[in-house]
T-cell receptor, first 111, second 114 residues
Framework: DTEVTQTPKHLVMGMTNKKSLKCEQHMGHRAMYWYKQKAKKPPELMFVYSYEKLSINESVPSRFSPECPNSSLLNLHLHALQPEDSALYLC??????????FGDGTRLSIL | GQQLNQSPQSMFIQEGEDVSMNCTSSSIFNTWLWYKQDPGEGPVLLIALYKAGELTSNGRLTAQFGITRKDSFLNISASIPSDVGIYFCAGQLGYGGSQGNLIFGKGTKLSVKP
């Protein structure tokens, strides 16, 4: 069982919908990450939060909006997505200088 | 940007066989990590390496941090069916800011020999 919990596990949405992905960890990690993973490819970094502040945005389109309400929670708000945004969205967390631990992801399909 | 060359891309295993895969980089890393990903799940950390020359085991898995800090290998001994999956290497330059970002290899897919 992973210690990083992501919900929902699956999400199907239309291009005009607004939805959110959620990630939660209770390991006391102060760094949290969002990744996008296409089939048969490695994860690609989207955002990094350090001590609840956005520290890295890897030139992600504004239709993806991250939010870190507290040290245990990380959200990814989605709006007006495109079919090419269909992918597995992974959340990870880590202590400073320690390896990242991943959740099981949200499988997102855009109709 | 930095890239990791991971090989082989795929391989077939027969139960009991030993398996080896490796990653090379044109740049130096300070940390090497090996993850395994099963279908429908996120990557799971197998082994973390922090020092050049370090050899670390986790059960039947053994990984080494190359002396040049530009490569790492992972060996699996006496493979079993549950070893199938995709194995990713990842390098990390340092800690903090973009230095803490993981650079992933493209993965090695392990399948059972038909």
């Amino acid at each position: 069982d992973t210690e990083v919990t992501q919900t929902p596990k699956h999400l199907v949405m239309g291009m005009t919908n607004k939805k959110s992905l959620k990630c939660e960890q209770h390991m006391g990690h102060r760094a949290m990450y969002w990744y996008k993973q296409k089939a048969k490819k490695p994860p690609e970094l989207m955002f990094v939060y350090s001590y609840e502040k956005l520290s890295i945005n890897e030139s992600v389109p504004s239709r993806f909006s991250p939010e870190c309400p507290n040290s245990s929670l990380l959200n990814l708000h989605l709006h007006a997505l495109q079919p090419e945004d269909s992918a597995l969205y992974l959340c990870a967390s880590s202590h400073y200088g320690q390896p990242q631990h991943f959740g099981d992801g949200t499988r997102l399909s855009i109709l | 940007g930095q890239q990791l060359n991971q090989s082989p891309q795929s391989m077939f295993i027969q139960e009991g066989e030993d398996v080896s895969m490796n990653c090379t980089s044109s740049s130096i890393f300070n940390t090497w990590l090996w993850y395994k990903q099963d279908p429908g799940e996120g990557p799971v950390l197998l082994i973390a390496l922090y020092k050049a020359g370090e050899l670390t085991s986790n059960g039947r898995l053994t990984a080494q941090f190359g002396i040049t800090r530009k490569d790492s290998f992972l060996n699996i001994s006496a493979s079993i069916p549950s070893d199938v999956g995709i194995y990713f290497c990842a390098g990390q330059l340092g800690y903090g800011g973009s230095q803490g970002n993981l650079i992933f290899g493209k993965g090695t897919k392990l399948s059972v020999k038909p």
